[in-house]
């Protein structure tokens, strides 16, 4: 052939070409084609409104159209289809997209927009449009949007708005939104555990408010509002000053007997445990991320009352509000969604005082003191009340207890303990507190002594199969745990179990690491025991236990962060470190366990427990399978 071009013959040689601007030119140019109307097969009827397009692009785009276009369907083989329950604008937008790829959503169009995309099953403009309202959500429309996104399906924005509400409530509660929501959905509202308030005054008047926005129609409904309000939570000045006092609550009879529940409530204190229903268990806030607090403490030479805060998704710390009293080898524990502190040690004298932190205000505030000077001793929380057991009040060991009430402000005596103890810790097990080990003056314990707080009174229990202080004490799975400690001699590594049905302990997986004045957490079904004093230095690692197979993970080292004092008996007095959870069990670990916000503490190091994460990242690895690192 004239011309012909004369190839080299290479097996296998070729050249691959890709351009990757194809799709985008190619698209550009149907683009303009559709605007000009050029092989436009197509045209779509919205309302008065004509829109020209391409089947093939369409149904490329929209699995609504796919099923139209190809399917033996009427419409796939006309070129003009009417559409209804459909926006002309958000169609309009809608096609566009499908040439361009690119679409604002905004307040003008997004109400129009996702239902749009919904029905033409364009998900990636639906969740766009989800994102947007997300951006929005605020006190004054997020319950327009959590009604925006039940209507259209939308899951995942109206979980998310449904919990802005739960934890903005009391300024959701003050919107025009509010009052007009049918009657339903408040009682939804008001019953829900997640409901995040400083106190439960909020929810009272929240139901009051609606109630009265419309009186003549909604009044009938205030006995059913009244049952989902927690009356129990509420002080005695506030229920007889002004629930007492609002007529619409007492001329119901059921509401009488809702205040009636709740001033017995407060009346008999001792009987708390006996008269808990759903409206004596403390709300708690839902979605919240986990936060740790250290706590006062200190060296010999600089107890202090700093408090600083952790926060595991940010992983960084910062100041909080620190206490208006220096204080080590104080009493800790939570009751609703409150931090105690009491009692310690302010490097001069051991203390009665105590405050009390709110994590929402960032305060402390001083509460009432305690009848007798403390530190050293054992805290816990049960059925809403604080108990101070034990400890050293400067001269001797105690065993005195008390009690306080946060509804009413005040501290009762209650049955001391048989025994002094210094050292002690405490643990709820059952609606019981049990006092474990301790130092009495002249040796350490082995003994135990439980309290029943219906009868008031202590009684022996079996002994340890080790004399213990300053252990590591926690509740799992209807057991309770003692882990190392101090016998006088040495610091331990040994783990003991009590069954109360039973009655008698057994040894349990030894820790690798001894140790004493730690802490043991029971988290997930798992024991972590962290930090503490080995007898000759303070340790800065973890180790965990699991109860199933009897075997402890190795320690795995924390961070120091901070300095620890060596007590009497090998104690140390570091900074307590307490861990905040809205919406989960309450725990002061080794000490108690309520309802409400969870606070734990250790000695030394810095450890997240519960999400298994420290500032350092930590993984802890468990005892008895591998030697420690």
């Given at each position: 052939m004239?011309?012909?071009?004369?190839?080299l013959?290479?097996e296998?040689?070729t050249v691959?070409?890709?351009?990757?601007?194809?799709?985008?030119?190619?698209?550009?140019?149907?683009?303009?084609?559709?605007?000009r109307?050029?092989?436009?097969?197509?045209?779509?009827?919205?309302?008065?409104?004509?829109?020209?397009?391409?089947?093939?692009?369409?149904?490329?785009?929209?699995p609504?159209?796919?099923?139209?276009?190809?399917?033996?369907?009427?419409?796939?083989r006309?070129?003009?289809?009417?559409?209804?329950?459909?926006?002309?604008?958000?169609?309009?937008?809608?096609?566009?997209?499908?040439?361009?790829?690119?679409?604002v959503?905004?307040?003008?169009?997004?109400q129009?927009?996702?239902?749009?995309?919904?029905?033409?099953?364009?998900?990636?403009?639906?969740?766009?449009c989800?994102?947007?309202?997300?951006?929005?959500?605020?006190?004054?429309?997020?319950?327009?949007?959590r009604?925006?996104?039940?209507?259209?399906?939308?899951?995942d924005l109206?979980?998310?708005?449904h919990?802005?509400?739960?934890?903005?409530?009391?300024?959701?509660?003050?919107?025009?939104e509010?009052?007009?929501?049918?009657?339903?959905?408040?009682?939804?509202?008001?019953?829900?555990?997640?409901?995040?308030?400083?106190s439960?005054?909020?929810?009272?008047?929240?139901?009051?408010?609606?109630?009265?926005?419309?009186?003549d129609?909604?009044?009938?409904?205030?006995?059913?509002l009244?049952?989902?309000?927690?009356?129990?939570?509420?002080?005695?000045?506030?229920?007889?000053?002004?629930?007492?006092?609002?007529?619409?609550?007492?001329?119901?009879?059921d509401?009488k007997?809702l205040?009636?529940?709740?001033l017995k409530?407060?009346?008999?204190?001792?009987?708390?445990?006996?008269?808990?229903?759903?409206?004596t268990r403390p709300?708690?806030c839902?979605?919240?991320?986990?936060?740790?607090?250290?706590?006062?403490?200190?060296s010999?030479?600089?107890?202090?009352?700093?408090?600083?805060?952790?926060?595991?998704?940010?992983?960084?710390w910062?100041?909080?509000?620190?206490?208006?009293?220096?204080?080590?080898?104080?009493?800790?524990?939570?009751?609703?969604?409150?931090?105690?502190?009491?009692?310690?040690?302010?490097?001069?004298s051991?203390?009665?005082?105590?405050e009390?932190?709110?994590p929402?205000t960032?305060?402390?505030?001083?509460?009432?003191?305690?009848g007798?000077?403390?530190?050293?001793?054992?805290?816990?929380?049960?059925?809403g009340l604080?108990?101070?057991?034990?400890?050293?009040?400067g001269a001797?060991?105690?065993?005195s207890?008390?009690r306080?009430d946060?509804?009413?402000?005040?501290?009762?005596?209650?049955?001391a303990m048989?025994?002094?103890?210094?050292?002690?810790?405490?643990?709820?097990?059952?609606?019981?507190?049990?006092?474990?080990?301790?130092?009495?003056?002249?040796s350490?314990?082995?003994?135990?002594?439980?309290?029943?707080?219906?009868?008031?009174?202590?009684?022996?229990?079996?002994?340890?199969?080790?004399?213990?202080s300053?252990?590591?004490?926690?509740?799992?799975?209807?057991a309770?745990?003692?882990?190392?400690?101090n016998?006088?001699?040495?610091?331990?590594?040994?783990?003991?179990?009590?069954?109360?049905?039973?009655?008698?302990?057994?040894?349990v997986?030894?820790?690798n690491?001894?140790?004493?004045?730690?802490?043991?957490?029971?988290?997930?079904g798992?024991?972590?025991?962290?930090g503490?004093?080995?007898?000759?230095?303070?340790?800065?690692?973890?180790e965990?236990?699991?109860?199933?197979?009897?075997?402890?993970?190795?320690?795995?080292?924390?961070a120091?962060?901070?300095?620890?004092?060596?007590?009497?008996d090998?104690?140390?007095t570091?900074?307590k470190?307490?861990?905040y959870?809205?919406g989960?069990v309450s725990?002061?670990?080794?000490?108690?366990?309520?309802?409400?916000?969870?606070?734990?503490?250790?000695?030394?190091?810095?450890?997240?427990?519960?999400?298994?994460?420290?500032?350092?990242g930590?993984?802890?690895?468990?005892?008895?399978?591998?030697?420690?690192?």
């Amino acid at each position: 052939m004239e011309g012909a071009m004369q190839l080299l013959s290479r097996e296998g040689h070729t050249v691959s070409h890709n351009s990757k601007r194809h799709y985008h030119d190619a698209f550009v140019a149907m683009s303009r084609m559709r605007q000009r109307g050029l092989l436009c097969d197509i045209v779509l009827h919205v309302a008065a409104k004509e829109i020209r397009a391409h089947k093939v692009v369409l149904a490329s785009c929209s699995p609504y159209f796919h099923a139209m276009f190809t399917n033996e369907m009427s419409e796939s083989r006309q070129t003009h289809v009417t559409l209804h329950d459909i926006d002309p604008q958000a169609l309009d937008q809608l096609v566009q997209f499908a040439y361009t790829a690119e679409i604002v959503v905004g307040e003008g169009n997004v109400q129009t927009l996702l239902p749009a995309a919904s029905l033409l099953q364009l998900n990636g403009v639906r969740d766009a449009c989800c994102k947007f309202l997300l951006s929005q959500l605020d006190p004054s429309n997020c319950l327009g949007i959590r009604g925006f996104a039940d209507t259209h399906s939308c899951g995942d924005l109206l979980k998310a708005a449904h919990r802005y509400v739960l934890q903005h409530f009391v300024d959701v509660a003050k919107t025009e939104e509010f009052m007009l929501l049918p009657l339903k959905q408040v009682l939804e509202l008001v019953s829900s555990d997640s409901l995040n308030v400083p106190s439960e005054e909020d929810v009272y008047r929240a139901v009051l408010s609606w109630v009265k926005h419309d009186v003549d129609s909604r009044r009938q409904h205030v006995p059913r509002l009244m049952k989902c309000v927690r009356l129990p939570l509420l002080s005695r000045d506030f229920l007889l000053g002004h629930v007492d006092a609002e007529s619409l609550v007492r001329h119901h009879p059921d509401c009488k007997d809702l205040l009636i529940e709740a001033l017995k409530f407060h009346l008999l204190p001792e009987q708390r445990g006996v008269l808990g229903t759903s409206r004596t268990r403390p709300r708690r806030c839902e979605g919240a991320g986990p936060v740790l607090f250290a706590v006062g403490g200190g060296s010999l030479f600089a107890i202090h009352g700093d408090c600083e805060a952790y926060d595991t998704r940010t992983d960084r710390w910062h100041v909080v509000a620190s206490m208006s009293t220096r204080r080590a080898r104080v009493g800790v524990a939570a009751v609703g969604n409150r931090l105690y502190a009491v009692g310690g040690y302010d490097g001069t004298s051991d203390l009665a005082t105590v405050e009390s932190y709110d994590p929402v205000t960032n305060t402390w505030q001083p509460e009432v003191s305690m009848g007798t000077r403390r530190s050293c001793l054992g805290v816990a929380a049960l059925h809403g009340l604080l108990y101070a057991a034990g400890g050293y009040d400067g001269a001797s060991c105690l065993n005195s207890a008390e009690r306080y009430d946060p509804l009413t402000g005040t501290w009762t005596s209650i049955a001391a303990m048989s025994t002094r103890r210094r050292y002690v810790r405490v643990a709820m097990l059952d609606g019981n507190l049990y006092a474990v080990g301790g130092y009495d003056s002249s040796s350490h314990l082995a003994t135990v002594e439980k309290y029943e707080p219906q009868v008031n009174a202590w009684t022996p229990v079996a002994s340890m199969l080790s004399r213990r202080s300053s252990a590591g004490v926690a509740v799992l799975e209807g057991a309770l745990y003692v882990a190392g400690g101090n016998d006088g001699t040495s610091c331990l590594n040994s783990v003991e179990r009590y069954s109360p049905k039973a009655g008698a302990w057994e040894s349990v997986a030894p820790m690798n690491i001894r140790r004493s004045t730690h802490d043991l957490v029971a988290m997930d079904g798992w024991l972590y025991a962290v930090g503490g004093n080995d007898g000759s230095s303070s340790l800065n690692s973890i180790e965990k236990y699991n109860p199933r197979t009897n075997k402890e993970d190795g320690a795995r080292k924390l961070a120091g962060l901070f300095g620890t004092e060596a007590g009497p008996d090998g104690d140390t007095t570091a900074d307590k470190i307490f861990y905040y959870v809205p919406g989960t069990v309450s725990r002061r670990v080794g000490v108690s366990q309520l309802t409400g916000v969870r606070w734990r503490w250790s000695p030394c190091g810095c450890v997240c427990l519960s999400y298994l994460r420290s500032a350092q990242g930590l993984t802890p690895s468990a005892w008895g399978e591998s030697d420690p690192e």
